[in-house]
């Protein structure tokens, strides 16, 4: 049995300001119209795979399962992270799910980072195929990029003997300096390390218990001491948070002798920073590319991005150009490292941008927060079909609500009534209340929020269908 390990715990800062913490890029439309975690499930639907176990973080549990549900996967589980350590402990957690589905003794795992792009899928499928006779027969298998250019962002992997249709590997070598990256393609036995693996469950964790004991033992801890909430696997946080922290390829690939390599050019990018977003989307005559609302004049290769507005350049050549609702970035595509280092002093500062949205997105829909002043806020809310906020309420706040479009069930104290379109509602400080959808289309509502205080920590929750709980 083949079970595809979609990791989906990155936070993507590099692509600040349309990827931010709580909306990472893997759950971005950034090529075409699914997103990329959506893609990465579905590039595996021609392997005859069974249903995927998905890891990632806590906070983004509702954002995962709305989008598998959206592309009709019902996942073997979804994995939660109650804190990053790195991609070993992931996949141990994913390899001790799988071994828990029922039917599947020792299913090989083909472990995915949810955040890559492969343009060329039948030859990534083609890899795959390739690569599982050696991963039934015990052998970890990565797969190693065909480089195109002498790339210093990536680590490399230097292929080894031949064995059968793949390669033992020579050694993994960290990301190297310009000139050696240059050298490595000149030799041509050198790929790029994709972090992409095929192996069998218990063999990944054998070799993990021979050269990370104590690390194999805290996730099967924190694995076993864990529990079932609605559609996820919860592990117990305080034994994962003793977990020791590293990535595959240090704890398990560098150090075993049953590691191999099996070469893919597949047109595979990890979609690192914008430039590397700008090289794997389709240019123009000029070399720019444009999403949304655009106009640019005499200017050549820009990554230019309107989200909520007009975005126009005259004479700019070789920049990137993000516009969200609430930030602008302009940087020259060879400085798009350093976003990492905005995101940094964002952060530092407090700012809210380095982690959210304008739009915030909840297990029940979203909100979008249209204008905010003195002892006042308001908020666009979308309320998805069937779905309900928690009852709750504030001490600091009153709310008044109106319907845009569908209906809202509404309750307010005691009652509980409809509001139609144009139907308004007010609730005073310190009632309990709740707004649900009994439709089968998108409520649209306008909330004007007033009072002394207006942040999210005045919710006390007091019935939640997502399990949510205090404030």
Not at 175 to 189: H, Q, T, Y
Not at 205 to 230: I, N, S, V, W, Y
Request: aromatic share 8%; net charge negative.
């Amino acid at each position: 049995m083949l079970v595809p390990v979609i990791l989906s715990g990155g936070a993507g800062t590099r692509l600040w300001p349309l990827s931010r913490e709580l909306y990472p890029k893997q759950l971005l439309a950034l090529l075409g119209s699914r997103t990329m975690l959506q893609q990465t499930v579905l590039r595996t639907g021609d392997l005859d795979a069974a249903a995927p176990v998905v890891v990632c973080n806590e906070a983004h549990r509702f954002l995962v399962a709305e989008q598998l549900r959206a592309i009709h996967c019902q996942p073997a589980a979804i994995v939660l992270e109650p804190a990053g350590r790195n991609t070993a402990p992931a996949i141990a957690l994913a390899a001790l799910a799988a071994l828990a589905t029922p039917g599947a003794p020792d299913p090989v795992l083909l472990v995915l980072p949810a955040d890559h792009v492969i343009q060329d899928v039948p030859a990534f499928q083609d890899a795959v195929r390739l690569a599982l006779p050696s991963a039934q027969a015990g052998r970890l298998a990565t797969f190693g990029i065909v480089p195109t250019a002498p790339e210093t962002g990536y680590g490399y992997i230097q292929r080894g003997a031949a064995a059968g249709d793949v390669f033992g590997i020579g050694r993994f070598v960290e990301k190297p300096s310009l000139d050696k990256a240059r050298g490595f393609l000149a030799a041509g036995d050198y790929y790029w390390n994709s972090g992409m693996f095929l192996f069998k469950a218990r063999q990944y964790l054998a070799q993990l218990g021979t050269f990370q004991p104590d690390m194999l033992a805290a996730c099967r801890a924190a694995f076993e001491c864990g529990r079932k909430d609605l559609d996820f696997t919860r592990v117990d946080s305080a034994a994962f948070e003793r977990c020791p922290s590293d990535s595959i390829d240090y704890a398990v690939m560098e150090k075993t002798a049953d590691a191999v390599v099996v070469p893919l050019a597949a047109g595979w990018s990890d979609v690192g920073s914008w430039s590397a977003l700008h090289a794997a989307s389709e240019a123009d005559a000029q070399g720019n590319v444009a999403h949304g609302d655009v106009l640019h004049e005499d200017s050549s290769g820009n990554y230019l991005y309107a989200e909520s507005r007009l975005v126009a350049t005259v004479g700019l050549k070789d920049h990137v150009v993000v516009e969200t609702k609430d930030a602008v970035l302009v940087a020259p595509r060879d400085r798009v490292q350093d976003v990492k280092k905005l995101v940094g002093r964002l952060k530092e500062r407090g700012r809210y941008e380095h982690s959210l949205h304008r739009e915030v997105y909840r297990p029940w829909g979203s909100y979008d927060k249209v204008e905010s002043g003195p002892r006042y806020q308001v908020n666009r809310l979308t309320i998805n079909p069937g779905a309900s906020q928690s009852l709750q309420l504030h001490h600091h706040r009153a709310e008044h609500w109106v319907v845009v479009s569908g209906t809202a069930r509404v309750t307010r104290g005691e009652d509980v009534f409809l509001l139609e379109e144009n139907q308004s509602a007010y609730i005073p400080v310190g009632v309990r209340h709740r707004i649900e959808n009994p439709g089968r289309i998108p409520l649209h509502m306008i909330e004007v929020q007033s009072g002394a205080y207006l942040g999210e920590d005045d919710i006390v929750r007091l019935d939640d269908q997502y399990g949510r709980k205090g404030t």
